[in-house]
């Protein structure tokens, strides 16, 4: 059993897959529009159809029992899916899931900008979700619709949900090189798309929205499907940290490091190559606890061109591999300074850096919003994507709070004292932790932690404590992101409540875990085999589902795995019978 997901180029079919990388459903394959036609809808029961894709065979295969997932649907598809198309929508818009729970979602809308359709309905359709305008009270129309085909379905969402997801997480590239007034360069806080009163900065839109589709996919699929968790081991939720260092001396440093370490922490310190007082042999001390990464000062080119400062980035990133003779991992720039749209990001793929941490939360120059999400809801880490649909291999890991902004008393900052900032991060930390389970990025610098952020900074180590959210660097992160993209589900069977499939992978880590739902609708998980062995798990509620956590057996590359569902009463009865034999 197989996902399809239909590539017939140019389109955002391999951005879907990285939606489908991102939240562990890696059970996908690409297809060919010439394969839909003999495509057996019990090998491969739902094929997702990308924007401006789409034709007669995929109609005929959910007649014959498939169900195609599909956006802005047009012509045959459209007519079959029972909407007739009245024109463009305008956005920014609001979408209201109104069938089914959407995860991480407890009464927020998601915002949609890129592409959108005004649909009407014909009767026997099923409306899951609805567009509403953010200005007005009219307008209303419909925004996700399944309907009844032949032996299957047409799921449609009336939006691009593929462009959606990445115009909210990179930002619109019509605004590269707009600079707010006064703000002194371009940043990729100024790229972040209109969406309207900020009603949903408290709320990772952007990365909930892809959760939204993947979770459709998986409740069209014969049964449940395992997931390749995204967090490490058993966690509900983690602190990445990293601190730019500026021009902070080594003292400064090691206070942090210090603290950081004796929470059980590991850090990201980022580094400006001519600037640093940190001497070669003080970075080789650094990095038995923590990791270090090039923080290149495009400033002094503020007005240059973008070819301009892009040679500069290259050539920074070049210097600090040089001087400490280690590869830049991960990075974030000085003032997150920024060049273009994605051409930084070009940069970062042809020297190798796996992860970006320059996409600031909050309005910086055209707002005052503050909340973890503001202006990009991401804090997921997915590959970025050219609007083109060509794929780069670095990492979008979106930082979302730091101190300066937070806590400083710059007039840009929100001026947080620690008090205040218990109860925000206590908020912060109790979504994460039973909503979102997603990633919380900081940057802390040690110049301000010795100066007026240690408070705040020590905060945040000690509910991450608290909660049992481990404190990664963004390295340490990438490591643990880059083992588990070499990992996929193959060969996958069901054979009535016996579920079997080959897990193969390249890279090991010794925080990979499977999660597997512990219900199939009247049934419960009643064993696990790894390679023949049974396996022990650990149930955690994650998005309103209970899963069983199981760690991925390391230094293997193929590992069998049988997941057994039963009535649990039925189970004790064979027990007894076994004992009293
Ligand atoms: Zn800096």
């Not at 979408?95 to 005004?118: D, H, K, M, W």
């Not at 396996?535 to 795995?561: F, M, N």
Request: charged letters at 20%.
């Amino acid at each position: 059993m197989r996902i399809g997901i239909l590539s017939d180029g140019p389109d955002l079919s391999a951005y879907l897959a990285e939606i489908f990388n991102t939240w562990g459903l890696v059970l996908y394959e690409m297809v060919g529009q010439d394969l839909i036609s003999e495509m057996d809808p019990e090998d491969m029961p739902v094929v997702v159809c990308p924007a401006s894709q789409g034709s007669h065979s995929l109609v005929d295969y959910a007649r014959r029992g498939g169900t195609v997932i599909c956006f802005l649907p047009e012509g045959p598809l459209a007519e079959a899916a029972g909407l007739a198309y009245e024109g463009e929508k305008d956005v920014p818009l609001r979408l209201r899931i109104t069938a089914y729970q959407a995860s991480g979602i407890a009464g927020e809308r998601f915002p949609i900008v890129g592409r959108a359709n005004n649909y009407s309905p014909a009767p026997g359709v099923q409306v899951l979700g609805y567009f509403s305008y953010t200005d007005r009270y009219e307008g209303e129309s419909v925004g996700v619709t399944e309907t009844p085909v032949g032996q299957g379905r047409i799921v449609a969402f009336a939006f691009d949900l593929a462009l959606c997801v990445l115009l909210l997480r990179q930002g619109d590239p019509n605004l590269a090189e707009v600079i707010p007034e006064g703000t002194g360069c371009a940043r990729p806080s100024s790229l972040a798309i209109n969406i309207g009163p900020s009603d949903s900065g408290w709320v990772p839109f952007a990365d909930l929205l892809s959760r939204l589709f993947v979770d459709t996919v998986r409740r069209y699929l014969p049964g449940p499907v395992p997931l390749l968790s995204h967090l490490p081991g058993m966690a509900p939720g983690i602190l990445l940290y990293s601190g730019d260092e500026d021009n902070a001396d080594v003292a400064s440093n090691d206070a942090e490091f210090e603290c950081v370490a004796a929470a059980g922490g590991r850090m990201n310190l980022y580094i400006i190559p001519n600037r640093t007082k940190s001497t070669v042999s003080d970075v080789e001390r650094y990095r038995v606890q923590h990791d270090v990464g090039p923080h290149p000062n495009l400033r002094p080119l503020d007005g240059c061109s973008i070819s301009e400062r892009l040679t500069e980035f290259e050539r920074q990133i070049r210097m600090f591999q040089d001087q400490f003779d280690t590869p830049a991992r991960s990075l974030r720039n000085h003032c997150t300074a920024w060049a273009g749209y994605l051409e930084p990001v070009e940069v970062m793929e042809k020297l190798g850096v796996g992860m970006d941490g320059n996409y600031f939360s909050g309005t910086y120059g055209y707002g005052r919003e503050d909340a973890p999400y503001a202006a990009f809801g991401g804090a997921m880490p997915m590959r970025f994507c050219w609007p083109d649909g060509r794929v780069l291999n670095v990492f979008q890991q979106h930082t979302q709070l730091a101190d300066d902004i937070m806590f400083g008393t710059a007039d840009y900052s929100y001026r947080l004292s620690p008090q205040v900032f218990v109860a925000v991060l206590d908020r912060i930390f109790t979504d994460i932790e039973t909503r979102f389970h997603t990633p919380f990025g900081v940057c802390i610098h040690p110049g301000n932690w010795v100066r007026f952020s240690r408070p705040q900074g020590r905060e945040l180590l000690r509910q991450a404590n608290e909660r049992r959210f481990p404190i990664w660097s963004f390295d340490q992160w990438l490591t643990f992101w880059e083992a588990r993209d070499t990992w996929r589900f193959n060969g996958m069977t069901r054979q009535g409540c016996r579920l079997q499939f080959a897990l193969e992978g390249e890279r090991s880590h010794d925080a990979l875990c499977l999660a597997i739902p512990a219900k199939d609708s009247k049934t419960s998980l009643v064993e696990i085999k790894l390679d023949g062995e049974r396996a022990e798990w650990q149930t955690v509620r994650r998005y309103g589902e209970d899963l069983a956590l199981v760690p991925v057996p390391l230094r293997k590359t193929a590992i069998s795995v049988s997941v057994m569902y039963g009535s649990s009463a039925k189970l004790v009865l064979t027990t007894q019978d076994f004992t009293e034999k």
